[in-house]
């Protein structure tokens, strides 16, 4: 006879709205969280007129190929450089392919400078053919000035018809044009749109000419400047000169300054002008092509103060409005439906607890049904108990790793200011939450009666990272052979080896340790040594149709924060809504919960009691729904150029989709294993 606990609905409804509260304050402080990017640490420099400034290069990245190359890998000019000096990297920006190489630009604090001549370069057949390819598939270089990248300015007009700068980070190495409808790479600044100009067929131009523009807030009472901008707008000039010039003379030398290095296309007096002829690459000619590079500086004060100077950076994403109200709508329509869920849910369990409660509610020869009737099977141990202990502690290792992740970059100590930090420092977490992974892994597992806890922390430790590092590991050999800097060294990929075999594994050990000495959990029912008969179930409850249902609702909830995630890391721009992202991520694991718990009371009722596995495969399959709509983006807005670009894409979007698998399938079993021991401990069983 059953006896059941009239409390337990009132319970369940007080923590929805405890949960609901939560929801409300992270909704209120992720306004204010999204718009804190400076990071406390990072001084300014002051600079003085006549300051000497020495630009850097980064890499040259294309979204077409995703492979970054090192700045020198074409011959640019690198008179004066120490090709053997690089700037120390940090783990993060070794992994995405950076290189940090001197240059031989030189500005001179508020001087403003013309037609700077920096060399001349006679480029053979093949160096013409290496230019073209980098070319043809979007090469964009990278500068740094004082810890701000070069960018491109653009401009977006709201409805109001007011104007909003925004910046596109790094320029292109030059422009192809086509036959019939030519391109354009800035709409104030297009050499391509005039016929004449070009030509009838599409032909390669090579931008030669950079003008610098150094943004600078000067405030009197601190006596001096502090670089607010680094701007540049490239040209294509085609320069010629009469007499015979000296260029190793004329390094970095003003043309035409004291009658020297004189260039008929531009002075220091005069700027290079639009209706400058270009200069066109031919890669089929065999004889040298000479190339003069040139450049302007043009110094210009601004009202920006150095704490806002990122402000611009991160308003270069397109349709900022519509991000922000499609998060703010994702999250009312979720927080319906969890609402509706949470009521047909209590509704539900109070009319199954007073059919419970009612004494003579059985009458004789009539047998009990519903989820009642498998009190003594429900926690008997699922098949393949270990490996479902593995995945949930590493599940939960991840879960933490990210929680720790979005909090730091919440407060502002993963700004764009530190280039790598992002990376870095979710290896660093998920190394240190191995402890976490380990101990939850151990302690599910002694659940279930196992015995052999150092086996499962053995795999416990190395079945994702070992994942993760076999596809990174092969992805790693084919970026090699295209010779690119993203290509990990042996060092850093030792180093990565020490990390996971050093401190991550010892760390899910130690956890499991401790999590195995801890008492297993305790049911509230027997389990009976004859397994009971599962009756045939009818359609609606069919395991697969639930999984892959039981995964929309999860996916439709965080969809558009993932075209912005997408956008971010493939077409190379600034993500800084951490908080929405932080909110997003606590909405996509309430509804984790929620629909797996739905979908295993559905299962109960059915009399079917295997829903161990099922409850970590339907919130985890949303994973699926990620890695097939990361496919159709890659479609519908990338234009992969090589075939090692889409494999790389593939990979890593395979990694991402199964550590979004691994942390949705945790939650949703941890929640659904609260839900069930909940229930079954508020009735009793003769």
């Known amino acids: 006879m059953a006896r059941g606990s009239p409390m337990v609905c009132t319970r369940v409804l007080q923590r929805i709205d405890k949960l609901g509260g939560l929801l409300l304050v992270c909704l209120l402080g992720a306004f204010s969280l999204t718009s804190a990017f400076y990071l406390p640490g990072v001084a300014p420099t002051d600079y003085t007129r006549g300051d000497v400034l020495r630009p850097k290069v980064e890499a040259l990245t294309s979204v077409r190929t995703q492979l970054p190359y090192e700045y020198y890998v074409l011959p640019f000019c690198d008179q004066g450089v120490n090709m053997l000096s690089q700037d120390a990297l940090n783990l993060g920006e070794v992994l995405r392919g950076s290189r940090i190489y001197e240059t031989p630009y030189v500005f001179e604090m508020g001087m403003n400078q013309n037609c700077k001549i920096l060399c001349r370069k006679k480029y053979t057949q093949q160096e013409i053919e290496a230019y073209a390819l980098m070319i043809e598939e979007d090469y964009r270089a990278h500068f740094l000035l004082d810890n701000l990248p070069i960018a491109m300015s653009v401009f977006h007009e709201n409805e109001d018809g007011s104007t909003v700068k925004a910046y596109e980070t790094g320029y292109p190495l ?20 005039d016929p004449e100009l070009w030509g009838a067929t599409g032909q390669i131009v090579l931008f030669n000419h950079l003008r610098f523009t150094i943004l600078y807030h000067e405030d009197p009472s601190r006596h001096g400047m502090r670089i607010v901008g680094f701007e540049v707008e490239p040209y294509s000039v085609e320069h010629s000169y009469v007499n015979q010039i000296d260029f190793d003379e004329c390094f970095n030398a003003i043309a035409g300054d004291n009658m020297q290095c004189n260039l008929n296309t531009c002075s220091a007096d005069e700027m290079v002008s639009l209706n400058s002829p270009p200069l066109l690459l031919d890669p089929k000619r065999e004889s040298p092509t000479e190339v003069i590079w040139t450049y302007d500086v043009v110094f210009e004060p601004s009202p920006i103060r150095w704490s806002t100077r990122w402000d611009t950076y991160l308003q270069s994403a397109d349709d900022a409005q519509v ?87 919440c407060f502002g100590f993963l700004s764009p200011a530190n280039r790598g930090s992002l990376m870095q420092a979710m290896l660093f977490l998920f190394v240190f939450m191995g402890m976490i992974g380990g101990f ?18 053995m795999w416990t430790a190395t079945l994702f990272p070992g994942f993760v590092f076999a596809i990174f590991f092969v992805l790693n050999l084919f970026i090699w052979g295209q010779k690119s800097s993203g290509a990990v060294p042996f060092g850093t990929l030792v180093a990565l080896m020490l990390m996971w075999v050093g401190i991550s594994a010892p760390l899910v050990f130690l956890g499991s340790y401790f999590g195995f000495r801890k008492a297993p959990l305790e049911f509230p029912t027997r389990t009976n040594q004859i397994p009971r008969q599962v009756p045939v179930q009818p359609w609606f409850v069919n395991a697969y149709l639930n999984i892959l249902v039981g995964g929309i609702l999860p996916f439709g909830a965080v969809f558009v924060e993932v075209f912005y995630v997408l956008s971010s890391i493939w077409l190379h721009q600034f993500y800084y809504l951490f908080g929405f992202l932080f909110l997003v991520l606590l909405i996509l694991l309430m509804t984790c919960a929620e629909i797996t718990v739905v979908m295993c009371y559905f299962q109960l009722c059915c009399e079917d009691y295997n829903w161990w596995w099922r409850s970590f495969f339907t ?7 990620l890695f097939l709509y990361s496919l ?35 939650f949703g079993f941890i929640a659904c294993l609260i839900f069930v021991k909940q229930i079954y401990s508020a009735i009793k069983v003769d």
Request: hydrophobic share 45%; glycine share 8%.
């Open 632 to 666: 159709y983006y890659a479609n519908a807005k990338l234009q992969m150029a090589r075939a090692v670009a889409g494999m790389m894409y593939c990979g890593y979007m395979l990694i991402v989709s199964t550590a979004f698998f691994l942390i949705t399938g945790s």
């Open 174 to 193: 030059g422009h192809v044009t086509r036959a019939g409808a030519m391109e354009s790479f800035d709409p104030e600044m297009d050499q391509g749109e």
């Open 323 to 409: 991000h922000w109200f499609s998060i703010l709508n994702s999250f009312m329509i979720v927080v319906f439906l969890s609402g509706l869920i949470a009521m047909i849910m209590i509704r539900t369990l109070r009319r199954d607890f007073q059919r419970y409660e009612q004494q003579d509610y059985l009458e004789e020869g009539q047998e009990e049904t519903g989820w009642k009737l498998v009190h003594g099977d429900v926690f008997r141990p699922p098949p393949m108990a270990g490996w479902l202990s593995v995945l949930v502690g590493t599940g939960v290792q991840l879960t933490f790793s990210i929680m720790f992740l979005m909090l730091f970059a």
């Open 440 to 457: 939850t892994a151990s302690r599910l597992f002694r659940t279930f009666k196992g015995n052999r806890w150092k086996s499962n922390s």
């Open 619 to 625: 919130s985890g399959c949303c994973s699926i729904y």
